[in-house]
């Protein structure tokens, strides 16, 4: 039987879509049974082409029109939005622990507990001073978040195809880092400026009330320069942090999908997906949070005081407490955090039709597209 060359590509989903042999049983029953009591719906030719009004059964592949191709431009676009929606809202609506811990890290001798801390702070500049610097947070992750999803998913497929598919499945855990780590180089240079203004307003009261008035006042005292001043110890933080972030998320959905739950992912419900990607998110930021917090107290050390180096931030602080100041709080919030991303993530590239992260070796996205572009 001949299928025109949009049915044909329709019956080859991608590696994430591939279908079982009883599908496919099932799929040429349909047909067999369409010829049986239809006969006038196939051509009079007899090449046994399917008329248009008969191709309902079939199963769209994401790469037919209206939906997204695996690997394409509108794919990587998607990605970069899911990004910002996993990213901006979530670091946003934890503006009040990342207040506290912000002046735990500045202030260790005034703010000496995570519930003396908020007692403080509540007392000094009333409730509206728990989410002071939400604008500049809002909007840094947002950028934060597109460049870290859009251009991780680039990059893992760029270095997947440079390996191949048997060194991309062999070395798969060096394709997350070498992808990840890729991506949050370039998503940190357009943090970093808000990063610094976030920082400054939200330990410092009086300097401003928020983003419009404090940028101008950052420039006007630091320069443009200054406000990447704090980018290698911003790189230090979250290249570790989000190398982490992908590769223990990847592993640990992997390992889930293989040890936890008897069926094949595939055939797993969209929920019950959504629930894996919390899951795995969610143990990966409590490693992310531990892997990357010193990097994060001389951040915030950096960005606070003009003119403060590495060594005065360690003289304060200790080596201990750049280790441990404000560690349980940050774990707590960036487990949540890293954990509502992923699924944030995994959900809006469900409802615009594509599969949730992890669970496959990227060898197979390898593999398949190849086999694809051969038929």
Known sequence: MAFSDNSRQSLIPSFLYYSSTSSKTLILQKMTDLRSTHPSSLSANGSGELSSSNKSFVIPAPSE?????????????????GGILACGPTHMSVTPLDVVKCNMQIDPSKYKSISSSFGVLLKEQGFRGFFRGWVPTLLGYSVQGACKYGFYEFFKKYYSDIAGPEFASKYKTLIYLAGSGSAEIIADIGLCPFEAVKVRVQTQPGFARGMSDGFPKFIKSEGALGLYKGIVPLWGRQIPYTMMKFVSFETIVEMLYKYAIPTPKNECSKPLQLGVSFAGGYAAGVLCA????????????????????????VKKLGLWGLFTRGLPLRIVMIGTLTGVQW??????????GLPTTGGVAPAAAVAATTEVAKI
Not at 65 to 81: D, H, N, R, V
């Open 343 to 352: 699924g944030i993530y995994d959900a809006f590239k469900v409802f615009v």
């Open 65 to 81: 029109p209206g939906k997204i191709e695996l690997y394409s431009p509108q794919y990587y676009a998607a990605c970069t939005f």
């Open 290 to 313: 531990i892997v990357s917090h010193p990097a994060d107290n001389l951040v915030s050390f950096l960005n606070n005081a003009k003119g403060a180096t590495v060594g005065d931030a």
